[in-house]
């Protein structure tokens, strides 16, 4: 499982004294915890037998995978930022923790084949101009999910959209 690897990367920085790492690492981890936490506040209000809520409030391989992109999302955002003010001295932090996160992830689609998925897309849900994007979205993100950045997919359905 993905949580396990995580919590072998901590002890693994530890030991190496890699504090980059554990910052990140312990980042992820609390992160996951929070969406652990969340689960089983919803779950409670429906089951009752304490046992059972423990074992259904552990997150999937999935969610935890959510929790990755999220905190690499929060690094992506931030380095844009830091280009915009000019931050290098944050900017070069940020490229290493993505960096650190991006082992986590399934590997990255590029434009190519995400317009690839997109054109199929189209075709499968009938869409025929640029406000049937949402409906191209509906059907096209589920596949991706996770392995193509959802602004990058937006963009190329609605170039795709704008030029039938």
């Not at 996951?32 to 779950?43: C, Q, S, Y």
């Not at 209000?45 to 409030?57: C, P, Q, T």
């Amino acid at each position: 499982m993905l949580i396990e690897k995580i919590n072998e990367d901590i002890k693994k920085a530890m030991q190496e004294r890699n504090e980059l790492s554990l910052l990140v690492l312990r980042g992820v981890n609390a992160a996951i915890h929070n969406k652990e936490i969340e689960k089983r506040t919803k779950l409670s209000k429906e089951e009752k037998d304490i046992k059972k809520l423990e074992e259904l409030s552990k997150l999937t391989d999935e969610e935890i995978l959510e929790a990755v992109n999220s905190e690499a999302k929060k690094r992506k955002e931030a380095i844009i930022e830091f280009e915009k003010g000019g931050r290098k001295d944050l900017l070069g932090k940020e490229k290493k923790e993505l960096e650190i996160l991006k082992k986590y992830l399934p590997e990255q689609m590029d434009e190519a084949q995400i317009k690839e998925e997109a054109q199929k897309a189209i075709k499968e849900s009938g869409a025929a101009r640029p406000q049937d994007t949402g409906r191209v979205m509906s059907v096209l993100m589920p596949k991706l999910k996770g392995r193509a950045d959802g602004g990058l997919v937006s963009k190329i359905v609605t170039e795709l959209l704008n030029s039938l």
